[in-house]
Structure formats: structure tokens, C-alpha cells
């Protein structure tokens, strides 16, 4: 294009128009959402519309030299996540054509090119008065020197200048990542151990201990290769932190259903583990001289914590504070034994950074970034308390990356500093471990999906459905024709027919979906929202999409809206980890809500298709199914199982039966079905997943209208990085 007809501003191609100037795609005039490295490659490939772009032109593009990325599984992402908005296939496409080992071309047709206007005649005009201002200069005769009061002013001001120029110099450049190593090649989960619980990583310097579904506590060289179990005595432990002289794992036993779990002492040669007196909490941290140990307890995923400290044979406790903003998890002790930082998850289920006192004293957040809504995952100190390390959940919820934060104490630290972004959007990487030679951080890498799949309780296989979608959540609308569901790990609500025909986005972030759910007549979904800073909403949103609109504005958690069979009301939850749940219905015409006797602790309901039944199940501990008849206005309980997970309860479309699952073992899943009449159970299917389930609420599984199980098969890949690091 011309510099006389100006660069494109706006290029249309179909129903899609991206906008250059403000990075923005739309369809039909609804915005879509596009991270920024995948609408660049779109920009590149539209300005070179026909043309192949190779693979190293992207990637010089999208990454300067001296930054830390997979390229080819960077580039593969951001182009796949490309294709998903755009509604494309590598298979089959229509807009961009992958030429294999080579590069990209686009291919479609581009209907219209909007111009941004440029004005050569200013560029002249200011190119021809710089010029006189010159010819100005050489024109006119030299003067004679004079010393002036002036003169010694100005030279001081250089002198001033020169003076912070140098000192600017001395500032040391930003923290950076200068090469990676992947320590691990066994493509397992690495952010949860068998009983599906979080962890920390954890290193001695020469070994990083970590977690699998296969095994509580694994170690790998900080060199590479096989990842070896270590010795734990009982099936589930969970690491919370290391000794000072690292030689011993801090962390909790898993035994039940309780958030607070008993505290443990597991020595790194593996084997030996002592119990930390009787004391029990979720997090935990080693003090720097080894001698004391800081750790949180308070039976609730939403808070209120109280955070302790006590010898580490778990004498002398003291008590510190309460925290009642959330609950802590994890927890880090300074290496210079002054003061504790708390991640705290609130009720939003975002997490904020806290600092306090060793003491319990001057409790405060610490506030890195001007946009609070941002959620961290955890963090960790550099062993000479330089630096902070944590990891960044992106507003998409695609992914992680890692920052970096120059202490106060340090000579160019201070409240001015503003973290440094070590790592890009190509790769996701969280858990970030420094090694304490002080040049090298662990993390895990990789990146999160799912593949929808159904299981034929007649063949007893598992087949992809709707073409192995990473999605989840799935409801049917009656009349059989449309399906809603929740693209996973982002969190969007979608729809299409069956058979993945008319595909439609119905919501866009920040606003998180959950649980759809058909109207009757098949003219609307209601689902569960939540927006940064505030709780879960109930929406409702029309098929052909549209502004979302809140049914009922309350200060309470609403979660698993189900319709009445007259699409008059919803039935209510709460969120399950609060313990204090209850089921209401809300009027969809007024908003007005209704609490229903008797449902105090319960939640995730699910009203019979013909009305007369609720089936809920109990919080927190999710081991009994309770059923309510509208009828007679009285709850019964339906089935009770010790030990187990129990959730996503279904029924049946004749409403005689309810199917629900025991998530207590992600890699080993069990339905059972329970009659209405006679509350009898039996054991409907045992399915073996070695590569585990997933969801964002825990595995997801449901009863198709089929009757067949839909499932979540975990697809992420998760491996352990070595990270070389620059640390000035």
C-alpha cells in the first residue's frame, strides 16, 4: 500500500472486522475476545493476505531475541487460539492455511480496508522548517564568550545532569530470564498430588521435589532426567515448604474431607516423617533459623483464617492474628526473619498478597499492580531476599506468567519498584522456586485442557463428543437441537447445534461462567456469573445472544440455576466452599428470592424435569445426597457415602432416578444411580481415566440425554523448568 492512500486502520473479512489501531476483532459487531500475541499474527497474516509467513518471520515478530519461550509450542498456541475464535480448523480451512514446517497463509477474502490518513504535507512543512532553523543557525556569526551569572547556572545544570546520567548508569538493568532447560518429560499433571490437592514445589538446590497424581512427593535432578517417587508413609501428602538446611519437607497428611489437615514433618531421603504435634492447619512455612514454623487454620475455603507460629517439635504455639479477608495459602517466611507474606483467596476467589509482622503486627496488602483485580497464584523469596518471585493469572484465565520484584531493602529497591514480567504468554508457568545458588528458578510449565468425551455404558468405551471440545459443563436444550457449554480453561459460554454447527459466543471475559442451564422453551440460558470483586450472579442470556442480564441482585453466592418447569423461576445454590449454602428460588419476573426450608448447608440443586423434586448435596463435606418433594415440602436423604466426593448429580428424563459421581479419585471415577421410589443404589459404572478428569469446579462429568456419561478427559501437559536467571 502507498504512502499516499495511508495504512489500513479497520480490514473486514466476512463477518469479522479487526480493528488495528485499538487490537480489537469483532463478528457481526459483537467483540470477541483475542489475546494480544494471537491478534498480532492475525494482523501480520491479513497485511500479507495470500502471501506464506514463515514460522521465523512470526516468531521474530511476536518475540524479541532475548526472550525466554517454547517457540514452536508458543507459536502452535497462539495460532490455535487464533483459529478457535475465528471458528476455523487446521483441517479443513477457511482462513488460515497452514503450510506444514514452513509457515501460515490467510486465505480468505478481505471485503473491505478502512485507511487511517496520513498528511505528507505536514511531514514536508515540519521537515522544511527543521531545515531553515538550521540554515538559521549556520547563518548567523559566532559571539564572543562571556562569563555570566547565567553562564555558571547553566554549566552547573550540566554538571547536574551529567552527574545523574552517571548515576543512572549504575542502576542495575531489569531482572530477565536468559535460557530454560525442561526438567521433566513424563507429560504428567504436575499441580496435584493423588488425592487432587494443590502444592508448592520445593528444592534443596540439586534435587525439585514435587507432586503427581501417581505419586505424593516425586524428585528430578535440577540437571534433568527420570522422575523418581520418594518413599511417603501415608497416600496423600501435600508440600506447603522446606527447611532452611533442606533437608526436610513441611506439608500436611491427607485423611478425609477436612480443609485443615494434620501437619507433618517428611524428611527429603524420604521415609521418615514425624507428626507436628497435634497440630493441624492448610498452609504452612519454615522460618529462616529453622526453628519455628508459621501456619494457617479455619475449616473453609472462603475464611476466616487464624494464623499461628510454634516450635517446629509443635510446642509453644502462639497465636498471631486472624485474617478474615479470605483464607492463606500459601505462606512465606522472609529470609531475614522479619516479616510473613500471605497469598489470601477471598470470597471472589481471588487471591491478594498480605504482609505481617512475625509478631501478628501491621497487617497490610501489598499492592503490585495499579489493576487490583489481577489474581496471583503463589510465590516465593530468593534465598538473599533481593527478590520476590510470583506468578500472574492472566485475565483470560489461559494461563500464568512469572514476575519479578525488586525488594525495598535492596540499593534500588523501595516502594517505586513495579514488578518485571520474566515470561511471555507462548508458555504458561507458575510455582516459581529459586534455586538458592541465586541463578536459577524452577517452575511448572505447560498448558491446560480438556477433551469432551462420552462413555458407552453398553461398549464401556470413551469416544470423543462434540469433537473433543476443550469444554465442560454441557446441557441440551429439550427439544434436542442446541447444546451450551463452558469453554475450558477460559471460562466462556458458548453454544451450537450438535453437531458443532453455528457456534456462537455468548459471553466474553472478565465475566466468568458457570453452569448453564435451557429453558424450557429453549429460548434462553441461565447460568451462574461472577465479575472481579463481586459474588456469583444468576443470568440469563437469549439463544441468539445479547447482553447477559442479572436475575436478582443479592449479596449471596447464587450458583446452579435450574429452571421450573414453567420458566417462571430458578432454583438457587450457594457456593459450596462458603459452609454456610442454603437452595432459594428466584422469581425470573421479579427477582424476588425465597429461601426453602430446611436446605441450610446444602447446595449444588437440580430440580426434576417434572418438577415436583430437588436433589442437593451437602457442604462442605459433599458425602451425602438429600432429596426434596415439593409435595410434601420435606427433605429425605437419598444416599450417604464416608469417604467419598460426591457432585454432579443428574436425573434421569423420566425423573425416576438421579445419577451422581465420586470424584474422590480423579483417575478412578464411580456413578452410582439411585432410585426416587425406593432409594435403592447400585454402582452404575466404574471408568478407569488414567490421564484424570478436569474442570474448573474439580472433574466434571454428566448423564447425556442418552443416557451415555460425558466426561472431561484432562489433555494439560505439565512439566518441571529450569529457568537461568538474571538478577542484578
Not at 46 to 54: A, C, F, I, K, P
Not at 298 to 321: C, E, F, Q
Not at 345 to 352: E, N, Y
Not at 593 to 618: H, Q
Request: net charge negative.
Amino acid at each position: 500500500m502507498s504512502a499516499e492512500t495511508g495504512s489500513p486502520e479497520i480490514i473486514q473479512f466476512g463477518p469479522f472486522k479487526a480493528n488495528l489501531r485499538t487490537k480489537e476483532l469483532t463478528k457481526n459487531g459483537t467483540r470477541l475476545r483475542l489475546p494480544g500475541q494471537s491478534f498480532h499474527v492475525l494482523r501480520i497474516l491479513l497485511e500479507r493476505q495470500g502471501d506464506l509467513v514463515t514460522r521465523e518471520e512470526l516468531q521474530q515478530a511476536l518475540w524479541p531475541a532475548e526472550t525466554f519461550v517454547d517457540f514452536d509450542h508458543g507459536l502452535n498456541a497462539t495460532v490455535n487460539r487464533l483459529r478457535e475464535v475465528l471458528g476455523d480448523s487446521a483441517e479443513s480451512p477457511k482462513l488460515i492455511e497452514t503450510l506444514p514446517r514452513r509457515g501460515y497463509r490467510f486465505i480468505g477474502t478481505i471485503v473491505e480496508t478502512q485507511l487511517r490518513d496520513t498528511h505528507p504535507s505536514d511531514t514536508q512543512s515540519a521537515q522544511a522548517q527543521a531545515a531553515l532553523s538550521v540554515d538559521e543557525l549556520e547563518d548567523k556569526p559566532a559571539a564572543k564568550p562571556v562569563i555570566s551569572l547565567r553562564g555558571v547556572a547553566a554549566l552547573a545544570a550540566i554538571c547536574a545532569a551529567l552527574a545523574g546520567s552517571l548515576w543512572l548508569r549504575s542502576i542495575p538493568s531489569p531482572p530477565r530470564v536468559v535460557g530454560y532447560k525442561q526438567l521433566t518429560r513424563d507429560r504428567q499433571l504436575k499441580n496435584a498430588n493423588p488425592c487432587g490437592a494443590p502444592y508448592e514445589l520445593a528444592t534443596d538446590g540439586s534435587r525439585v521435589f514435587f507432586s503427581e497424581p501417581s505419586s505424593s512427593v516425586k524428585q528430578v535432578s535440577a540437571g534433568g532426567g527420570d522422575a523418581i517417587s520418594v518413599s511417603v508413609p501415608f497416600p496423600c501428602f501435600r508440600i506447603f515448604d522446606i527447611s532452611p538446611d533442606k533437608t526436610e519437607l513441611l506439608g500436611e497428611a491427607q485423611d478425609g474431607n477436612e480443609f485443615d489437615q494434620p501437619l507433618w514433618i517428611l524428611s527429603t531421603s524420604g521415609g521418615l516423617a514425624r507428626r507436628l504435634g497435634g497440630l493441624s492447619g492448610h498452609s504452612g512455612a519454615w522460618s529462616p533459623d529453622g526453628r519455628r514454623i508459621a501456619y494457617a487454620t479455619g475449616n473453609s475455603a472462603v475464611g476466616p483464617d487464624t494464623l499461628y507460629s510454634a516450635a517446629k517439635d509443635g510446642t509453644d504455639v502462639r497465636k498471631l492474628l486472624e485474617i478474615k479477608s479470605g483464607h492463606a495459602d500459601p505462606i512465606r517466611w522472609s529470609p531475614d526473619g522479619k516479616v510473613l507474606r500471605l497469598f489470601v483467596v477471598d470470597k471472589f476467589s481471588t487471591t491478594s498478597l498480605y504482609e505481617v509482622g512475625v509478631n501478628g503486627n501491621n497487617l497490610h496488602a501489598v499492592k503490585l499492580f495499579s489493576n487490583s483485580n489481577r489474581s496471583l497464584l503463589e510465590g516465593n523469596w530468593t534465598s538473599d531476599g533481593n527478590y520476590f518471585l510470583f506468578s500472574v493469572l492472566r485475565d483470560d484465565m489461559t494461563g500464568s506468567d512469572l514476575f519479578a520484584l525488586r525488594e525495598s531493602h535492596s540499593l534500588f529497591g523501595g516502594r517505586g519498584a513495579k514488578p518485571v514480567q520474566l515470561t511471555t504468554e507462548a508458555l504458561s508457568l507458575w510455582s516459581p522456586t529459586p534455586n538458592p545458588n541465586g541463578k536459577q528458578l524452577f517452575a511448572i510449565g505447560g498448558r491446560i485442557r480438556g477433551e469432551v468425551v462420552r462413555y458407552d455404558l453398553k461398549t464401556k468405551r470413551l469416544e470423543p463428543f462434540l469433537s473433543g471440545i476443550s469444554g465442560e459443563q454441557l446441557d441440551f436444550s429439550k427439544d434436542g437441537n442446541w447444546v451450551a457449554y463452558v469453554s475450558f480453561p477460559e471460562s466462556v459460554l458458548w453454544r451450537s447445534r450438535l453437531d458443532g454447527s453455528e457456534r456462537v459466543q455468548l459471553t466474553d471475559r472478565p465475566l466468568t461462567v458457570a453452569l448453564p442451564r435451557w429453558s424450557p422453551d429453549g429460548k434462553r440460558i441461565a447460568f451462574s456469573g461472577l465479575l472481579p470483586g463481586e459474588t456469583w450472579k444468576a443470568y440469563i442470556v437469549a439463544l441468539q445472544g445479547g447482553k447477559p442480564e442479572i436475575v436478582s441482585q443479592t449479596e449471596n453466592d447464587q450458583m446452579d440455576p435450574t429452571w421450573s418447569p414453567d420458566g417462571n423461576s430458578l432454583i438457587i445454590g450457594g457456593r459450596f466452599e462458603s459452609g454456610t449454602t442454603r437452595i432459594s428460588t428466584i422469581d425470573v419476573r421479579t427477582g424476588s428470592v425465597t429461601p426453602i426450608s430446611g436446605s441450610d448447608g446444602l447446595f449444588s440443586p437440580r430440580t426434576s424435569p417434572d418438577g415436583r423434586y430437588i436433589v442437593a448435596l451437602n457442604s462442605p463435606e459433599e458425602t451425602k445426597l438429600t432429596l426434596f418433594d415439593k409435595q410434601t415440602q420435606e427433605w429425605s436423604e437419598l444416599m450417604y457415602l464416608a469417604n467419598a466426593t460426591l457432585s454432579w448429580p443428574s436425573w434421569s428424563s423420566d425423573s425416576k432416578s438421579v445419577v451422581v459421581a465420586d470424584n474422590s479419585d480423579l483417575r478412578h471415577l464411580v456413578f452410582y444411580q439411585i432410585s426416587i421410589t425406593d432409594h435403592k443404589v447400585r454402582r452404575l459404572a466404574a471408568i478407569e481415566l488414567p490421564e484424570g478428569l478436569i474442570g474448573n469446579f474439580s472433574g466434571w462429568s454428566e448423564v447425556s440425554p442418552d443416557g451415555s456419561l460425558l466426561l472431561l478427559r484432562d489433555l494439560s501437559i505439565q512439566e518441571i523448568y529450569a529457568l537461568d536467571v538474571e538478577l542484578p
